[in-house]
């Protein structure tokens, strides 16, 4: 009998999973899209043609599958449970900003073998080549992963089922009027 649910666990699991690399994935490919179509339209300005789609929708990709390892590996889970969710999700949202640093240095390094650079050449073209651009790329991206990580420290309280109702389902009219205005408080 434990055999034949075996099988359904891991099939929910998988949906649950894929579920989340899809919705995490169309995230970060709507936030990489949006700051590739920025620099795009300012390199425009300059007559530097730059179509960064591709890029953005492959970065969506392989960021989100790092986080999701992130996650399953327990990274960044060492505040969870005791502190206020404020704390959590900074401290998440750093640990990954850096494991996403890490990787982009070293995805630079393997892009710059294939190309025949070296080491240094490779990484002197790390978040745009000068402190100032890895800086604004880093708190870029940082402000990327903090409202994701709040999103999911709160359906890590609430349940995620409850946090999707909240955002997706309409409102029931009665629930609205019974909750009291900010004038109709005692304070």
């Known amino acids: 009998m434990a055999t034949s649910k075996k099988p359904a666990v891991y099939r929910e699991r998988l949906k649950t999973e894929l579920r989340e690399f899809a919705v995490l994935s169309i995230y970060l490919f709507i936030c990489f899209a949006a700051l590739a179509a920025f620099k795009a339209a300012i390199l425009k300005a300059y007559g530097v043609s730059f179509v960064p789609w591709v890029f953005a929708a ?4 392989v960021s989100a599958k790092f986080l999701l390892i992130g996650r399953m590996f327990g990274l960044g889970d060492g505040l969870a449970r005791t502190y206020p969710l ?5 401290y998440r949202s750093f640990a990954f900003l850096f494991v996403l640093t890490f990787l ?3 995805e630079e390094i393997v892009m710059g073998y294939f190309r025949g650079e070296s ?3 490779s ?3 790390v978040g745009g080549g000068t402190l100032w651009q ?3 790329t880093s708190v870029i991206v940082l402000l990327i992963l903090i409202p994701w990580f709040a999103f999911r420290a709160l359906g890590e309280v609430v ?3 409850t946090l999707v109702r909240l955002f997706f389902e309409p409102r029931q009219r009665n629930e609205i009027k019974s909750r009291p205005g900010p004038q109709e408080c005692d304070t």
């Not at 492959?58 to 990709?61: H, S």
């Open 58 to 61: 492959i970065k969506a990709l």
């Open 86 to 90: 404020i704390i959590s999700t900074l």
């Open 104 to 106: 982009t240095v070293i």
């Open 119 to 121: 080491i240094a050449d």
């Open 123 to 125: 990484l002197a073209s």
């Open 134 to 136: 890895v800086i604004a």
């Open 159 to 161: 349940g995620d089922e």
